[in-house]
């Protein structure tokens, strides 16, 4: 129990007051000369309340149940007292601490004393990229297991229903793309991940978290099949969602006009959008199309005498491909 009352010292001086905690075989205080009078079966009927000047916090369940108790004049919630349940739960064998530091961290609900130690506690995770892994349907143990033998995997837990994992390596988005391959060939699923961006500090890792989900909005919103989301190089996406509707009108009845709108489907359509996979690349696109070079050049001058957008000069290329992102808003 060393460690139960060393940590419970160090709880003291978070909160500024005493504390006890009460198991079902002892009962610690600190600091360790005050007066303390709550036994393990008062603290069972009065969890939850202020009981005898102390706030009463229970956690765990039959055997593994114990209680928190905080000197204060009336029963309230807080960040540090949750921060001391988790950490008095890795103590006690209940939980993987790590993985629930980092759900503290995801939350982004504490104040300075909780972040000094989510700090503290996942520095070696840090720096990373945050990633999030979504649609593995009933797999989750054998993708996440498939996750931490093919990336660098500091840390790791599953959020509400999701994976959430922070990777060290260097080329994350290559790394990601060799996960999903390796997912689809031994299990046969089609698993999607976000990379929502790097964390240097702990107070970074909510706001990537919300680009993770963000980033899997705007696959919906766009009908987009990226197996790999880096929210990051979302922003043309990004950009589109968040105009003015009015704004958006506009710019989409400049280039989707009736002649257009019945000329884009099939392969004028694939054409246009492997184009730009491709980054205005003719050689590449043509290639990919299976397709000559001048059979791609006839296409795009067609879109031009169509719309008045030349694709391949870039002041109409990032309009029309603006036009292009609005018109898949579902």
Partial sequence: MADLKELLKQAAEIIKTEVAVITRDETIVYPEDSVFGITYEEACKKAGKNYKGFNIYVSGTGETRFFVCVQGNRYHESEAVKLIMLL?????????????????????????????????????????????????????????????????????????????????????????????????????????????????????????????????????IYNLGDSVLNYDAMYGYRIAYNLDHELKEFIRGRVFTEEFNEMMNGELGNTIEEFFKNNLNLTDTAAKLYIHRNTLLYRLDKINKCTGFDLKMFEDSWLFKLAWIINKEK
Avoid: W
């Fill in 88 to 220: 008095l739960n890795s103590v006690l064998g209940i939980v993987d601490p790590a993985g629930e530091y980092l759900r503290k961290a995801l939350e982004g609900e504490y104040d300075a004393a909780v972040l000094a130690k989510l700090e503290e506690c996942l520095s070696s995770s840090l720096p990373g990229y945050l990633i999030m892994v979504d649609n593995y349907g009933d797999s989750k143990d054998d993708v996440h297991e498939i996750l931490i033998n093919t990336m660098d995997v500091k840390i790791s837990l599953v959020h509400e229903n999701r994976i959430i994992a922070v990777t060290a390596e260097e080329n994350v988005i290559e790394a990601c793309s060799g996960f999903v391959k390796n997912v689809l060939s031994e299990l046969l699923i089609e698993c999607r991940i976000v990379i929502g961006g790097k964390a240097e500090y702990v107070k970074e890792l909510c706001r990537l978290y919300r680009n993770c989900i963000d980033a899997l909005c705007l696959k919906q």
